[in-house]
């Protein structure tokens, strides 16, 4: 089993950045991918943005975009999403969720708030 855990939420103001942290622990080896998501109140959860752990590569989600940076440390096991010039329509749980090589992610986070005051 891989466990996910998130940090880094908050209340912040609009125009602020965040670093939201992902810490992958258990059976990792396997892992193929590691990605971001956020439901925000009253909306279905939506993907923000993966990358790949061995090429690095990364896939963005085309709204949000351009504010938004997904990053991983492997010595870590850990992935980062940097948010910049944070929005209130950026409030939402955020989670984090890996691929264990199953072709979907299938182990999640109990998520992180960020609520962005105006």
């Known amino acids: 089993q891989v466990q996910v855990v998130e940090s880094g939420g908050g209340l912040v103001q609009a125009g602020d950045s965040l670093r939201l942290s992902c810490a992958a622990s258990?059976?990792?080896?396997?892992?193929?991918?590691m990605g971001w998501f956020r439901q925000a109140p009253g909306k279905e959860r939506e993907f923000v943005a993966s990358?790949?752990?061995?090429?690095?590569?990364?896939y963005y989600a085309d709204s949000p975009k351009g504010r938004f940076t997904i990053s991983r440390n492997n010595a870590k096991n850990t992935v980062y999403l940097q948010i910049n010039n944070l929005k209130p329509e950026d409030t939402a749980v955020y989670y984090c969720?890996?691929?264990?090589?199953?072709?979907?992610?299938?182990?999640w986070g109990q998520g992180t708030q960020v609520t962005v005051s105006s």
């Open positions: 990358i790949a752990l061995t090429t690095g590569n990364t």
């Open positions: 969720a890996a691929n264990s090589g199953s072709g979907r992610f299938d182990h």
């Open positions: 258990g059976r990792t080896f396997g892992s193929v991918a």
